[in-house]
């Protein structure tokens, strides 16, 4: 298993906001609207037209912490992570694939949390994924497991710690993390690593997916194992454990995104940054969800830096692997 410390690559927890116009906010004539405003980015559909609030919050699957977590001072970080002290300055653009080559396959990858609401239990082994890939500089290129957060973390849920799929906390989910450690585990019929996702990608909208849609689908209740799933796997399930240190945007397609002062937070949703950039004059960070592919740029998605968008800059989290690698 794998351990982690608190510190971009990081989850960071972000609201997601809809504006509540005449028109219904997901459906054709809200994003034609939206797309006639002049806006910095560009709407297109990425859910199906016909979801309810109660769909909307079942989907993205991340509550607000009651208390948030002690983090190091900055200096600290800087001390414990080589990585921050190749900046002398602070670039204007940053993009882990690029900057991390040998890791850039496991941080461009995209998950998919099919029907169940487990945003927190997939962006947080992606980023942990990440970070261990970076600190073992390129020589531990595995994928950790979704699978065992969203099945086996019951402090992670919400509201109600004996229901899957429901919704669950970011910070008590990095918490489980540096106590149980993380192992191995790819996504759904990958056949890679110790406990992959048991359940499968659906379709949360786009018209040109084949997947079957999310909507039509009942939540999934993956079981909690303490061995390893997958009977390929070479590696035994205590062995396979890495560890770690504590320490409207529903309808986007491109550009930066930003909201106007009348938008409302909806449902939150935990989310990967992988780095940082501007556009026309506007900085934004590089986020990647929880959707697959097919949602915005690739998976990917722009959000406008430096003014809390979305509560994006609120609530930051990530981790180092604790030893060596």
């Keep these: 298993m794998i351990s982690f410390s608190v510190i971009i690559l990081g989850v960071v927890f972000l609201g997601v906001n809809a504006e509540q116009p005449a028109v219904y906010y997901l459906s054709d004539e809200y994003i034609d609207h939206l797309n006639q405003q002049n806006l910095p ?13 109660s769909d909307v919050e079942r989907m993205f699957g991340t509550k ?3 208390e948030l977590p002690e983090v190091p001072h900055p200096t600290e970080l800087r001390k414990s992570y080589g990585g921050v002290n190749a900046f002398n300055t602070i670039p204007d653009t940053f993009d882990a694939r690029e900057y991390f080559k040998s890791c850039a396959s496991v ?12 945003s927190y239990a997939f962006a947080i082994p992606s980023v942990a994924s990440d970070r261990l890939c970076i600190h073992s500089q390129g020589r531990v290129q595995k994928l950790l497991s979704s699978q065992y957060v969203a099945s086996c973390c019951k402090m992670c849920r919400y509201p109600h710690e004996d ?14 993390i540096h106590k149980r450690g993380l192992v191995t585990g790819g996504g759904y019929k990958s056949n890679t690593g110790c406990q992959p996702v048991s359940f499968p990608p659906c379709n949360h909208g786009t018209s040109s997916s084949s997947l079957p849609s999310c ?15 997958n009977d390929n796997y070479g590696r035994g399930f205590f062995h396979d454990k890495y560890r770690f240190k504590k320490y409207y945007w529903l309808s986007y397609k491109g550009g930066v995104y930003s909201v106007s002062d ?10 990967k940054i992988i780095g940082w950039g501007v556009e026309d004059s506007r900085p934004y960070w590089t986020v990647v969800s929880t959707f697959g592919e097919s949602f915005g740029n690739h998976g990917t998605f722009k ?19 604790r030893g060596n690698y």
């Design 262 to 271: 009348n938008a409302n937070i909806l449902a939150y949703i935990t989310v």
């Design 41 to 53: 980015w560009t709407a297109g559909r990425n859910f199906p037209s016909d979801l309810t609030q």
């Design 64 to 66: 607000p912490a009651t």
């Design 107 to 118: 941080i461009s990858v995209v998950t998919d949390q099919g029907s169940c609401a487990s």
């Design 303 to 321: 959000i406008l830096r430096g003014r809390n968008m979305a509560i994006v800059e609120s609530l930051v989290n990530a981790a180092l692997p």
């Design 215 to 229: 909507k039509n689908m009942d939540p999934p209740k993956p079981k909690c194992h303490t061995r390893c799933t």
């Design 163 to 176: 229901q899957i799929c429901t919704g669950g906390i970011s910070s008590s989910t990095w918490a489980w």
